[in-house]
């Protein structure tokens, strides 16, 4: 367990912005994903609005389980990212850092985009 802890260590010494990066867009993917479960969470089995224009009106609905998916795959993408990064920094420090930026983007957006679900149901 050591060894784990030491690789750890390595990692946001050794490269701090794509670590940083990469787990500031992992901890808000699982604040806005918490958040959202959290605020919808009494709402069962209604329907949930998911995406609404000002043109158009409701577009897509969809019940809570949506939203868990697409909690789901936001975690997902910030985690494979976040691998991708890494071993991108190993290799070129440029493409290492710009995923990790991106992924930092990436996350800010679904945080946006969690924040305005919640405010339409809610």
Not at 18 to 29: K, N, P, R
Not at 77 to 90: C, G, T, V, Y
Request: charge should be positive.
């Amino acid at each position: 367990m050591d060894n784990f802890f030491e690789k750890i260590y390595r990692l946001y010494t050794r490269k701090r912005f794509v670590a940083y990066c990469s787990t500031a867009s992992l901890a808000i993917v699982l604040g806005a994903f918490g958040w959202a479960v959290i605020a919808l969470r009494n709402t069962g089995s209604q329907l949930l609005i998911l995406h609404f224009t000002g043109s158009d009106g409701i577009t897509s609905i969809g019940t809570l389980s949506s939203i868990v998916l697409f909690g789901i795959f936001s975690i997902a993408a910030a985690a494979m990212n976040f691998a991708a990064a890494i071993e991108l920094d190993s290799r070129d420090r440029f493409l290492g850092k710009f995923v990790a930026a991106a992924t930092l983007g990436l996350a800010i957006l679904l945080f946006i985009g969690t924040a305005a679900i919640i405010n339409a149901n809610v």
